[in-house]
Nanobody
Framework: QVQLVESGGGLVQTGGSLRLSCAAS????????VGWFRQAPGKEREFVAQ????????YYADSVKGRFTISKDNAKNTVYLQMNSLNSEDTAVYYC????????????????WGKGTLVTVSS
């Protein structure tokens, strides 16, 4: 069993930055990845980014490439999502997720979810 607890959401202005954290605990596997999905009102949950549990490989959605950076602190078992140049389309509830590390993640394939943290980008 893996437990995921998010923090760091909030209100930020367009063009601003925010950093989300996801603390992972419980059983962990080197072939797992930890990452983020987001869900905006009225939309499906979509993949954002993931990092391999060993911290050495990452994948990003095209919509966030060059603006978001995912990283992992192995000593703290915490994954971070640094979000820069935020715009209104980034407004969503962000969920931490864990599953087998793969180039493509879908929401239906995720084994563990956090409860989510709200990010609101205002103009």
């Amino acid at each position: 069993q893996v437990q995921l607890v998010e923090s760091g959401g909030g209100l930020v202005q367009t063009g601003g930055s925010l950093r989300l954290s996801c603390a992972a605990s419980g059983r962990t596997f080197s072939n797992y990845g930890v990452g983020w999905f987001r869900q905006a009102p009225g939309k499906e949950r979509e993949f954002v980014a993931q990092v391999r549990w060993t911290g050495d490989r990452t994948y990003y959605a095209d919509s966030v490439k060059g603006r978001f950076t995912i990283s992992k602190d192995n000593a703290k078992n915490t994954v971070y999502l640094q979000m820069n140049s935020l715009n209104s389309e980034d407004t969503a509830v962000y969920y931490c997720a864990a599953a087998l590390f793969a180039s493509t993640w879908t929401a239906s394939g995720i084994n563990y979810w956090g409860k989510g943290t709200l990010v609101t980008v205002s103009s």
